[in-house]
């Protein structure tokens, strides 16, 4: 079964950190690209991060130094590291999955909430 599950969100502080991960299965982890997304209520859906052809990992310019993108091959994980939240990075966040040579995110997972309290 193609999919992938997120974890590891839930509530904090301003200030604090949680560490996200997204667990793929059901597909070659390294023929796509694993991006995480964020949608807070009333927003539009935003590009956190992922990672490139090159295999670098990228994070938008919103949470940069703040977030930092890995991922484990072997475990076919991929995780976001959050430092130093703020109450505006509350949303769900998920992460979604594009084959090579695709602009489209096909396979999505259920999401994770993160609640950033002030």
């Known amino acids: 079964q193609v999919q992938l599950v997120e974890s590891g969100g839930g509530s904090v502080q301003s200030g604090g950190s949680l560490r996200l991960s997204c667990a793929a299965s059901g597909f070659s982890y390294m023929e796509y690209y694993i991006s995480w997304f964020r949608q807070a209520p009333g927003k539009e859906r935003e590009w956190v991060g992922g990672?490139?052809?090159?295999?670098?990992?990228r994070v938008a310019d919103s949470v940069k130094g703040r977030f930092t993108i890995s991922r484990d091959n072997a475990k076919n994980t991929l995780y976001l590291q959050m430092n130093s939240l703020k109450p505006e990075d509350t949303a769900m966040y998920y992460c979604?999955?594009?084959?090579?040579?695709?602009?489209?995110?096909?396979?999505w997972g259920q999401g994770t909430q993160v609640t950033v309290s002030s």
């Open positions: 979604a999955a594009r084959p090579s040579g695709s602009a489209i995110y096909r396979i």
């Open positions: 990672f490139d052809s090159a295999g670098r990992g």
